[in-house]
């Protein structure tokens, strides 16, 4: 019976442990949209502008090692490598700074991070401003679709 009651009360020694470190782990949530950018610090955005880019270059890798070379997966990636070919090339600063000014555009707060991305860097890659307001114009509905579809 003693070592019942002493495994009960290690057990509850233990989880109060545990769980007096959860407040003070940060919770770690991406930015879904403008509006979210907006209020995450200077340092948040450059490491997760940084990090963004990196999985962006990484994903693609991996395409063509995992489909193999001559997949149309593979395919896929070097196309979509070609088209925005400044993703490896943006620094965090440049991200962050093209991002501070496509959001700074408050008719672009609901446009999905991604999309933001994505946008700046077939701007920085010289695609033509129609395509790239066309495209801008796409990504204001989704994200206006989105955040009516989420209320």
Known sequence: MKRLLLGF???LFTASVFAADRPTTPEINPPANGEDWLKLSSTEKLFWSIGYAQGYQDALNKIDVAAG???ACA????????QTSTAGKVSGFELVSGLEKFYGDSANAQIPVGSAIRIYLLQASGKDQTTIQELIETARLLGAQTR???K
């Open 75 to 82: 395919n896929l990636a070097a196309r979509t490598e070609r």
């Open 69 to 71: 070379s001559n997949s």
């Open 148 to 150: 009516t579809a989420s």
């Open 9 to 11: 009360a290690l057990l």
